[in-house]
Nanobody, 119 residues
Framework: QVQLVESGGGLVQAGGSLRLSCAAS????????MGWFRQAPGKQRELVAG???????NYADSVKGRFTISRDNAKSTVVLQMNSLKPEDTAVYYC?????????????WGQGTQVTVSS
């Protein structure tokens, strides 16, 4: 079982920045693909950014050039740096850890952290 604890959400004006952190409980963190998802009211949860266990990153088109995901395997943490925030970035942001094995895929989620961007 993996426990994920997010921090860093809050209220910011449009154009501002926030840094989200996710701390994982397991020592085999480096084996997991990590990601940040978000869910706005009335909308489906969507992938914002992901980073594989080898460090390959991918981003939603809507955040490319503004958000950066990184990981520190020694500290079992993944960070989402969000710059040039827009009101449409307002959502609950969730940290995700995914472990893929030949017998299945295992997903773990944090409790979520609210990000609100005012116009």
């Amino acid at each position: 079982q993996v426990q994920l604890v997010e921090s860093g959400g809050g209220l910011v004006q449009a154009g501002g920045s926030l840094r989200l952190s996710c701390a994982a409980s397991r020592s085999i963190f480096s084996s997991y693909d990590m990601g940040w998802f978000r869910q706005a009211p009335g909308k489906q949860r969507e992938l914002v950014a992901g980073i594989s266990n080898t460090g390959t990153t991918n981003y939603a088109d809507s955040v490319k050039g503004r958000f950066t995901i990184s990981r520190d395997n020694a500290k079992s943490t993944v960070v989402l740096q969000m710059n040039s925030l827009k009101p449409e970035d307002t959502a609950v942001y969730y940290c995700n850890a995914r472990l893929t094995r030949s017998w299945g895929t295992f997903n773990y989620w944090g409790q979520g952290t609210q990000v609100t961007v005012s116009s």
